[in-house]
């Protein structure tokens, strides 16, 4: 132990260091790697926990899922769990390649290093690798957004990004889903419009889109259960009128008649504010809160059809949908066009059992609901990850607008015009552009062998199909041979693949510059004295 450092720590120099810092990073590397590509597996999340809360497993092959769920103390192994989460809020897709690509640049590092090569010229050469690759990409990518070829785009890169889930069999069914509630967005990016109800019974093939919006709660008895045209109002605000709302108030009374008499004035302090709310003249009323009988009475008799208990995520998706404010005050009902939402028609529906609220028409016209129906639970939150991926990846190519060419394809041709730069560089920086290349082209080959065939082969020629021109070869994994990518539709969204290459050569770069571990000391309770 060093002499400066508090009693219960101590440090990891040099080799040491480096070495526990790229076992950290092998070993997450290794663990979800099967999960890649369309052929990959699936892993099974067992928690500890003995509670019941905590006895549900998860069946995913999701990397930021499986990630997410890791408790691990390495701490290179958390930066990959880190940039795997960041790959996912930034682009939803690619969690998987983001961890695999870098533990691979680690591991060609390693023998760079066995080889006495400074890790400072190893990241020299991979940032000048890194240029080449992200610029061979961007060449490769093709823009349709102008023509009717976007929307054939967009359904095979929804196609794509669902090959490699649960939903591979459904494929076709949920890119439609898919691809058409993103269209509905009218290219806004905000996916909270999209809502994904999971209902058990049926299957996967039963899921469907149903445009509006749908609330997952009941109306109140003695409402009306339909309306057209209406008009409606968003409210978070307290509805229940037997209750002294001053804080700390103390009544002291002599007879039970007092205590009816506050109980009165309560009741006729929730009338008038049933009446200021009337003044808007809404035809629904939703409230976050508990609403009395008292106050849903007075709705009712007005024609008013009430809903209350709106959870707070279900009630910003509807003001969304509806161009409607959520109220908690009601002085203004000079202002209710501006505050009010709108729908063409509001109806109790039934989905497998339950009775769900639907709001069709609504003002913005851009929600949608996806219904997804299943066997069970497991199998329905997987449907839901799978989907979300898909969702976010439109969402970014609808953005970006630029795609390329899956199955390998891009890996490949970056790999090949980064062998090129390093027959340009002379010095040890080659050998670091050389293994680039080579973590590259481990991406495809991880890819054919979770398929089972034989990926050095397969590699090997999709590498001299490309140097030779056919910029359209990939690889075929329902047949185990090189296809054309064009004609399969196999399609990637450009910006999911350009964050990946980044992320993952910016975290292999900083984990390779470690050369010191500190273990901080463990904080010391204090001893308590004990206490007659």
Request: proline share 2%.
């Amino acid at each position: 132990m060093q002499p400066y450092l508090k009693p219960g720590s101590y440090e990891q120099k040099g080799e040491e260091a480096r070495m526990n810092s790229l076992f950290g990073a092998y070993s997450i590397a290794d663990m979800i790697k099967s999960t890649l590509g369309p052929k990959g597996m699936d892993k099974i999340l067992k928690p500890v926990g003995a509670g019941p809360k905590d006895s549900k497993i998860i069946v995913t092959n999701d990397g930021a899922t499986i990630l997410s769920h890791v408790h691990c103390d390495n701490s290179t192994a958390k930066v990959l769990i880190d940039i795997s989460k960041t790959q996912d809020e930034e682009v939803g897709d690619g969690t998987t390649t983001v961890c695999v690509f870098a533990g691979e640049l680690l591991r060609e590092a390693e023998r760079l290093l066995a080889q006495r090569i400074h890790p400072q010229v190893i990241i020299d050469g991979w940032r000048l690798a890194r240029e080449v690759a992200l610029n061979t990409l961007r060449k490769g990518a093709r823009d349709n957004s102008g023509s009717a070829l976007f929307q054939e785009d967009l359904m095979n890169v929804a196609r794509t990004t669902i090959s490699s889930k649960l939903l591979t069999y459904e494929k076709e069914h949920f890119a439609k889903l898919a691809v058409d509630s993103v269209l509905r967005l009218q290219g806004q990016s905000n996916l909270e419009l999209i809502q994904i109800i999971k209902r058990l019974g049926a299957s996967l093939r039963d899921s469907y889109l149903d445009e509006g919006f749908i609330l997952e709660k009941q109306i109140s008895i003695g409402c009306p259960h339909r309306k057209e045209k209406a008009r409606i109002m968003l409210a978070n605000t307290p509805m229940d009128y037997d209750k002294i709302k001053i804080f700390g108030t103390r009544v002291k009374v002599d007879s039970m008649d007092k205590v009816a008499e506050i109980e009165v004035e309560e009741k006729e302090k929730m009338r008038k504010k049933v009446e200021r709310m009337l003044a808007y003249k809404p035809d629904i009323f939703i409230n976050r809160q508990l609403i009395y009988n008292y106050p849903e009475q007075l709705f009712a008799d007005a024609g008013v059809m009430v809903i209350e208990h709106a959870d707070f995520e279900g009630i910003e998706r509807l003001s969304k949908s509806l161009g409607a404010e959520i109220l908690s005050t009601f002085d203004a009902p000079q202002d209710a066009d501006k505050v009010l939402g709108f729908a063409e028609t509001v109806e109790e529906i039934m989905i497998g059992e339950d009775k769900v609220i639907k709001f069709s028409g609504c003002k913005l016209n851009q929600a949608s609901s996806i219904v997804l129906r299943g066997s069970s639970s497991h199998l329905l939150d997987e449907a839901e990850r799978s989907l979300h991926d898909a969702l976010c990846v439109l969402v970014k190519t609808i953005e970006n607008k630029k795609v390329i060419y899956g199955g390998g394809n891009a890996e490949v041709s970056m790999a090949n015009a980064v062998e090129e730069l390093a027959t340009r560089i002379c010095g040890k920086k080659s050998l670091a552009i050389e293994a680039y290349a080579k973590a590259l082209k481990r991406l495809p080959t991880i890819i054919a062998e979770n398929g089972g065939y034989d990926a050095t082969e397969l590699v090997t020629n999709l590498s001299f199909q490309i140097r030779n021109g056919n910029a359209n070869a990939g690889l075929n994994m329902n047949d185990g041979i090189i296809g054309d990518m064009k004609e399969m539709g196999i399609t990637e969204c450009l910006r999911v693949k350009e964050c990946a290459i980044t992320s993952a050569s910016e975290a292999a770069e900083m984990i390779l510059r470690v050369d010191k571990v500190v273990y901080c000391a463990p904080r010391q309770r204090e001893k308590q004295g004990l206490h007659n």
